[in-house]
Every structure is written in structure tokens, then in C-alpha cells.
């Protein structure tokens, strides 16, 4: 089936998927790894790794250790890291080494890093010299650096030749990669001074000097740049492909925009999840792995909710007296919460464009907590006349909003302090940030409301 | 200041908006729209937006209306939508028409996007009649289709020429579009059969046919795609460029990943914000229009907070009775609550990649209602012995730990039915979901804890 049909109506695509994974699994209790293999020649890798996600755990683990069956490489780096590791489990370092030998540098890494530590060096003592100090040296750059999705191959030619001498010499060099979106142009130190798109050599004279139709405005970025950091600089000056140096400025690598697109989704990806306590998690995993990883974010609400309760605690005896204070305390800390997560979600977003700086942080700061105000009053105004209608009770509208504009203010401020905190503290925003703000909104909430209603009615 | 510098100090850059701002609004001041101009043509486009953004309302309007400045196309197109509507009003049609012919027909349309109405038809009827086609023709499709992202300059070859013949063409034809990836070769009908990427041409000898070189797994996107859908299919299959085709398959339209990177950081970007109910906020937004995009989300969640109150409102009786059912009563609630936003990000992010489909639906919704079942149990159990700590009531615990299972069970169920339905009814589940999602397990928690209490205590 065509990748066309299968874009152009949705529902074959289903359809296909589900016939074809009864048929692969029957397969797979069959033993035949000759019908799987050349099925898997004709569909798209990206395709193919998707059916062995959709695969159960069992099937995947019966269809990994199939006798004459290996996994195609370019399915291998398609599939999620979730299952990447697990697979990894079931292969001979044999099978990883020669999996990695027909990759591309980047892709390569990205295998590496889901091997443990034991089984990694055996692999790296496996492959040939040249792939071994590649790989070996861009481990040495942290994990989420521009150097583990830069690719190690790319065209690069003196700053003296024509347009002519670099057509043939791109014709007679076999040792270029598949396909390049620029040519890189270097001095003789091998730092780069231009980019030439290949259509802009395309497009001239064989006679013309490569110097004088370079673009000189180009972006180098440094290999231990972080990645999010160069997916922002893509999207930012609407890159293709960019060239990455090392720390004398030479240049050692190139990053591809397919590759910065990953970066930016896993990462815009991450924040949605982590914002809400969940981690990496995959729709493939299992329940107990998704229990599991979940359930450290719950403990941690539970211990915070406590607290809630422990303020709540404080203030039984006025509760008693009027009941009225356990029906609406809710309200405010709930409205403080949410509140607070408006803030928090644009701060994390701005915090991970860049967009929030030294420079207009203050003006930030201030116009979250007129927000605050503004929002505050509004709702204290609203709340209180829906308390007057319903409890007929000129003190408890007082009493709600007044805390209401209080919680609306710690709600503006915290939500953005606390991510700001966390990032200079070099904790993840995103992970961290919703417990605080919740717990201080709740706190706030429940401590303001009871305590003013304390203080009035006692 | 190059941008190398910028990049590899950060700080830098800083000082450099900062003091740069400062002179740029002396500069304002002083009408000097010479220097402005000057300037901004030694940056970035993307560099001069971003200084625009970060100017003050007021300052910006001074200076589009200063005499004798024009900005340029390209920093237009790269401020945020918040800043280009303001700025459109105080343009001129003339201004706008100018605007628009210099840029190419995707960026075009995003800003048409922006006018309204009345102003489109001027500006509209004022452009050369070959633009004004091809500009309604874009807006005649969905705002979120492909057609609006895509652009209509492109370099497509007949079927039967030679690698020769192509690079003449290239050439001698100055009506192509500056830079291209991809040549796309067409049939007779001007239906595309394959691509050769332009590196690939370059690496050819003149005489093979160009037919002989190209790939034929192409991807053919329909004209009214939704972007997001093109942006996963980019994502997916590591695309560079890939073209578009109108109703009859003939070809209409080029879509590069740099444009596709904007639109996957949108999405992205969007779902966690409207998770959190903020919309399309930009930090650069004033005061009140923040605040007025932050009011419905609050007014609505204060209204679900009233309901919660209701709900506890029918136990004023029990509560007097027994004080330490208010203390206790938020802990179901928010676990319930915190669990219903973990499957609701996955879910929305999973729906959000095509990765949910009819396949897995009912092996998906089995697997929430286990974690919630084992998360349920696992939490009782930690509640039922924290609150036999702190009050010594073994029906406390009791009814505690029944009312935490039923209500994680209902987090995870809800978590993933809301917006499954939400998308069904063809409304963005970012958007509703969360609302729903807390009102029921804010509801099922005091619902279920407080009328346990009712029947254990009465």
C-alpha cells in the first residue's frame, strides 16, 4: 500500500494496521522471519517502527529473538526510546555493533546512550577505529548538547574553488553523505567562512568563485550549545541546516532542521507532560511502568494536600461554629490554583523560547501581580455577590473577597517566581514548578479564608 | 554585532537589546528614522522583530507612524501576531500592498490573516492580479490547511529531461525561487512522480536522466491537510520539503520543514498553554488584554468551584457532626484531580501525534481504568494509615480509602474520555478538557467521601 493511500484516507491506514499486525503476529508464532523481513523492505521504516510499537511486549520480545531475523537499522532509530531499550535487552552486542556501523553518527548516539554502561564498551570495542573515536568523542559532550545531534559527515571545500571544481569534485567523491542541503566553505584551518546552498550552486556558472556567492551571515553554533537552545536558534532564523564548530572554532559537524524538529516537539512535548507529573511516558508503555511513573507525583500531591488539611486543621473549632466556611473554602484555594497555573504555563513557555530575560523580568513581574490585582478585584466582586444570593451573609461575601484578591495576587507572583527559581537553580521548571504554586495557593487559600472568617466570627 | 558574538555570550546579548533600546527610542524621540532603518539592516530580521516586541506600545506606534520609515517584509513577518495586528492599523493599505509584494505567498498570507476584512479587499483589488489569484486562492482554504503554509514558488522539471538539461534550465530561468531542496518532477499533467534533491543533482554526470536519480517514495500532501497533521508527517518521516497537491493531484505547492518547525513549536506551545487556559498569550501583551484573556478561563472555573461547594453544601449536617470531614474532605479531591491531569497531557498529547487511534482505543481506556484501580488502592492505603495517625478513627480511614479508589478510578476514565469526546465534537480538547476533567473529580471527591462519612456517621 502506498504511503499516499495511506495519508489520503485515514481509516485504511487503521484498517491496514490492524489486519497487518494479526498477520505479523501469526508470523511470529510461525517462525517466519523471511515474510516479516521483506513486508518490512516495503513499507516506509517510520511505518514499520510504529507496527512494532503497536506489538505487545511479548510479541516484540518473540519477534526480536526470531532465528534469521534482524532488525533493519534505519526501523531500529525510529522507534521510541521506550522500546529501543527494551529491544536492546534481547540483542548480542554482534547485532547493536553492526546496527551502529550503518548509521549516521547522530544516530548512532542516540542508540548508544539507551545501552548500559557495561555493554556500551564492548560495543564501542567492537566497531572500527574511525566510528569508535567518533562516537567515543561525542559522548564525552553532555546529553543534551548540539554535539549528540550534529552529524559528523558533511561537505566542506576550500575558500578558493569554482563553482565548477567543487561540481566535479562532488561528482568524483564517494565518500560524501547521501544528501546535504549546503556546502560548507572553510579556510585553512578549517573554520568555516561561508555556506552555499546547493541550489544556489546549481543555479551558476561553472566559472564563478564559490566566495562570491557564499552567504557570509551564517550561524555557527558551538558543539556544547544546548539543544533546545539550537531548536529555538532554527526556529528563530528559519534554518535548514547550520554547521557546528568546536571550541578553535573548526568545524565538526552540521545539524539538519529534520533533526532540530524532533528536538523542538520531544521538548514542547516534555513540558505539557511534566507539567503535569507524568515524565516521559509513552502511549506504548505498560501499566506498570506507567503506574510507576506516575506514582511519585501523586505521593508528593498527597503529602501536600496534607498539609492543606493540616491548615484546615487549625481552624476546626470555627468550622464548627459556622459550617458555611467548609462549604465555600474550596473556592478560593481552587481559583488561586488555576490562577497560578495561567502564570506558570506562559512563564515556562517564555523561560524555554528565551523570551523571558535580565532585561524585562522585573516589568514581568510587575505586570503578573497587577494582573493579579485586576483579577483579584473582579473576582472578589463576583464571589461575593454569589455568596450574599446563596448564604444572604454581608460578612462571608466580605470575607471571601478579601482573601480572594489576596490568593489572586500570591497566585500571579509565585507563578512566576518559582519557575524562575528552579531554572537558577538548575532544576527543570516544568517538572517541579505546579506542586509549589498549588501547595502555596492552597495554603494561602485555605489560611486567608479561615483565617479572616476566624477573625471575624470569633 | 555579529551574531557569532551574540550566540556565544549571552550576556551580550542582553546588555546589547538593552542599551540598543534605549538608543533606539532616543532615536524615535528625535525623529531620526534614517538611523533606524540603517541599523536594522546590520541585524537579523528576526533580531529587529524581537527588538520591536520589546519596545513599549507606545513607542512602537511612534515609530511606524515616524515620516519617512518603511519596515521591511522580513522583520515584519517575523513579529509575533500579537504585535503585527497592532501594528497593521496604523499602516496604510499602500504600506501593506508594499509589504506583501515583496514577500513570498505563505508569508503573505499569514499576514492577510491579521487585516480584517474591509482592509483585505482594498489591499486585495491594489495588488498586481497574478498575486491577488494566488493570495484568494490560499485564503479560499482552512486557516489551519496546508495551503496557508505552503508556498507557491517552487522548481518542478518534466519527466524525460537529463541532469544537463535540468542545470541549464536552473541556470538561465531567473524566475525560480531563490533557494530550493527538492526539484519536483511532474508528468504531462503536472502530477508529481518523484524528487531529486538538489545535492543529488549536483553530484550526477550531465547526461543521466533525471528520472534515473529521483526517488519515487514520495510524499504527496493534499492542499487542506491540517498543519499539524503536516507538521507530525514531517516529524515522522524526517522530512526536509515535501510538495503539495490540489484536488486533481497536480501540483500547487512547496512545504519546507523551517516552516513546519514554526508550526510544531505553535502546537506544542498552544496545548500547554491552553491546558492551563491561558490561549494565545505572548509575553509582550499588555496588562489588560492579559488579564481580559485570562477571565474566562477563571470565571468558568469559578463557576465548576461553586458546584464542588454545592456538593458539600448537602453534608452541613455531617460536617458539624464531624469536624474532621472538612479537614480531610480537599485530599480526594486533589488526588483525584492531579491523577485526571496525568492521562489527560498523555492523552491530549497522544491525540495530538495521531498515536491514539480506533486500534488501541479500548486497550487504552482498560489501561487507565488499571492504573487507577492500582494507583486507588496503593493511595488508600498510604491515606487510610496517615489519617489513622493523626485522628485514631478507623472508619475515617474506611471511608477515606473507599472514596480515594472510587475517585482515581474516575480520574483516569475521564482523563481520557473527555477529550477523546471533546475532539469527536470537533472541539480542541487543549482547550476544555482540564475543566471538565477537575469539576468531576472535584465532584466524585467531596460526592463520595463526604456521603461515605454521611453513611458511616448517621
Known sequence: MSLLKKIKDKKVNFEFNKEYIKVLVSKIISNDAQFITNSFKEIHPADAADIIEHLSEDNREKLIKLNNFQIDP?????????????????????????????????????????VDEQNKNTILSSLPPKDRFVLLESLSYPEDSAARIMQREFTAIPNNWSVGQTIDYLRENRDLPEEFLEIFIVDNEFKPVGTVSSSKVLRTQREKKMESI??????????????????????????????????NNKLVGMITSDDVLTVLKEEAEEDV???????????????????????????????????????????QEDIEKVVALAVLMPIV???????GMQTLAVTIRTIATNELTKNNFNENILKEFSIGVLNGIIFAAISAIVVQIWFNDPILSLII????????????????????????????????????????????GFLSFLGIGAYFFL
Chains 1, 2 share one sequence.
Open 74 to 114: 534505519q526501523v531500529f532509530i525510529e522507534l521510541n526510546e521506550s522500546v529501543q531499550s527494551e529491544i536492546i535487552k534481547y540483542l548480542s552486542s554482534d547485532a547493536i555493533v553492526s546496527i551502529l556501523k550503518n548509521l549516521e553518527s547522530d544516530d548512532a548516539i542516540k542508540i548508544l546512550e539507551n
Open 333 to 339: 484555594a481552587s481559583m488561586g490554583g488555576n490562577a
Open 214 to 247: 557564499m552567504s557570509k551571515s551564517q550561524l555557527l553554533i558551538p558543539v556544547d550549545m544546548d539543544k533546545e537552545e539550537v531548536g529555538n536558534l532554527f526556529e528563530n532564523y528559519n534554518l535548514n541546516s547550520a554547521c557546528v564548530i568546536d571550541k
Open 401 to 444: 473577597s478579601i482573601s480572594m484578591v489576596l490568593n489572586m495576587i500570591v497566585a500571579g507572583l509565585f507563578g512566576i517566581l518559582v519557575p524562575v527559581s528552579l531554572k537558577k537553580m538548575k532544576i527543570d521548571p516544568a517538572i517541579a514548578s505546579s506542586v509549589f504554586v498549588t501547595t502555596i495557593t492552597d495554603v494561602i
Open 273 to 315: 507532560l511534566r507539567l503535569a507529573g507524568v515524565g516521559n511516558e509513552e502511549i506504548t508503555d505498560g501499566i506498570f511502568k506507567k503506574t510507576k511513573r506516575r506514582f511519585n507525583w501523586l505521593l508528593l500531591n498527597l503529602f501536600t494536600a496534607v498539609i492543606a488539611s493540616i491548615v484546615i486543621g487549625f481552624f
